[in-house]
T-cell receptor, first 114, second 116 residues
């Protein structure tokens, strides 16, 4: 069975600092995809970044990058130069090739202060 | 930019009543999903739908739940007889395919359902 673990319930960072949000996963599949979503206080789910299990390079998308360590089964999100607008809940999710469902972790609340 | 829309944004209902949650997926998307998020908890998959059929469903999606694409634009989730534990935010999502791992599921803003 697939599982996503996010061990940090809350993270606090100052503006302009970088922050890493941890995500580890468990799957027996060789082919899978990892996603990060942002959920602001307004409640919507915003897609941030994707990493495929066969991708050799870490994904990047603007200020977001994914530190993918396949052997450790980790897919940490790195946000560079944090902004107040980054304050939100962040979810790591996974799906495998055979399925359609995204399996989510419990999320990490990020608070960015000035 | 195209987006998934959901109505209503909030719904309050009495236990045992039927509710229908509505979604308009992104227009050229072919795969549709429902997820739910109980307050303060993680997002949970309910069901995926393609070509007028359920592709995959979770254990949560029991006989009380059904999905339908009644026309070319809407995608609905029906809860036949609501229970207190059905209170949650319900998210609709869509993607233009599901065969590729990297296919992103785009989420709507959610419907907050409260069962009294």
């Amino acid at each position: 069975a697939q599982k996503i673990t996010q061990t940090q319930p809350g993270m606090f960072v100052q503006e302009k600092e970088a922050v890493t949000l941890d995500c580890t996963y468990d799957t027996s599949d060789q082919s899978y995809g990892l996603f990060w979503y942002k959920q602001p206080s307004s409640g919507e789910m915003i897609f941030l970044i994707y990493q495929g299990s066969y991708d050799e390079q870490n994904a990047t998308e603007g200020r977001y990058s994914l530190n993918f360590q396949k052997a450790r089964k980790s897919a940490n999100l790195v946000i560079s130069a944090s902004q107040r607008g980054d304050s939100a809940m962040y979810f790591c999710a996974m799906r495998n090739q055979a399925g359609t469902a995204l399996i989510f972790g419990k999320g990490t609340t990020l608070s960015v202060s000035s | 930019e195209p987006e998934v829309t959901q109505t209503p944004s909030h719904q309050v209902t009495q236990m045992g009543q039927e509710v229908i949650l509505r979604c308009v997926p992104i227009s050229n998307h072919l795969y549709f999903y429902w997820y739910r998020q109980i307050l303060g908890q993680k997002v949970e998959f309910l069901v995926s739908f393609y070509n007028n059929e359920i592709s995959e469903k979770s254990e949560i999606f029991d006989d009380q739940f059904s999905v339908e694409r009644p026309d070319g634009s809407n995608f609905t989730l029906k809860i036949r007889s609501t229970k207190l534990e059905d209170s949650a935010m319900y998210f609709c999502a869509s993607s233009d395919s599901s065969g590729r791992l990297q296919e992103t599921q785009y989420f709507g803003p959610g419907t907050r359902l409260l069962v009294l």
